[in-house]
């Protein structure tokens, strides 16, 4: 049984993502996991502390559930649940991860635009857990990813090969191409990148990460999702 697990606000590509999960699913029994984060209310009343934890949606947000709801009832093979976090740390996030048995997280674009510090804070969180993380791209589609582009890190002591292996074994993806990572130097990489994403119909990066001291900072510093609005699947190295 696959789960996944897709922090949202309940903006419009939450959809996106729930269609997205319910392909990687491929044809398996999964729960999908919408998970709404909010600061704990910082009230002595026990009454008053109650009344602020009740979550109220706006009418498109509702409007967003109930679509997502209509999706899962006409899919034989998935259950929606709809789980509401009320403060956030390292061990919580964790817990979540393995009392869901999560395996795969999905980030919408518009949830990563959040500016909340308890949804960047998420996002900080989710990066440094070992299970694999699929950005979503800034175009609305239904994740039925094929061709994959692999960024390869020269930091990093892996194999593009173990890293097919494990594509292989949990998803449907196969990488038909690679690259140098081009982090500093994405300029001049761009084109080339452009050329191969087009030549091998590519609609999927993937690459690997590596567990980072969690820093909140004035200028968010643009990734390859960013850049090139292409979809990601990142990978714990440790996993790959």
Do not use: W
Request: aromatic share 10%.
């Amino acid at each position: 049984m696959k789960n996944f697990l897709i922090p949202t606000t309940f903006e419009i590509d939450t959809i996106s993502a729930v269609k997205s999960a319910i392909n990687q699913a491929k044809n398996t029994n999964c729960e999908i996991i919408l998970m709404m984060v909010s600061d704990t209310p910082d009230s002595f009343s026990s009454a008053q502390f109650l009344r602020e934890m009740r979550t109220e949606l706006t009418k498109s947000q509702k409007e967003v559930l109930e679509t997502c709801r209509y999706i899962i009832e006409h899919t034989a093979n998935c259950k929606l649940k709809v789980h509401n976090q009320y403060g956030l740390s390292v061990s919580v996030f964790k817990g979540i991860i393995d009392a869901f048995d999560v395996k795969l997280v999905v980030l919408t674009h518009s949830y990563k635009q959040e500016t909340k510090r308890i949804h960047q804070y998420l996002v900080k969180l989710a990066g440094n857990q070992k299970c694999p993380i699929l950005h979503l791209g800034t175009e609305l589609n239904e994740g039925d990813f094929n061709k994959a582009l692999y960024i390869e890190n020269a930091s990093a002591n892996i194999h593009v090969k173990d890293v097919q292996q494990f594509l292989s074994a949990n998803f449907s993806f196969e990488i038909v191409s690679q690259t140098a990572h081009f982090d500093d130097d994405y300029e001049q990489f761009a084109p080339y990148l452009s050329e191969a994403i087009s030549k091998y119909n590519i609609d999927l990066l993937v690459e690997t990460r590596k567990g980072e001291k969690i820093k909140f900072k004035k200028s968010k510093k643009e990734n390859v999702n960013d850049r090139m609005g292409l979809p990601v699947l990142s990978l714990y190295e440790e996993l790959a």
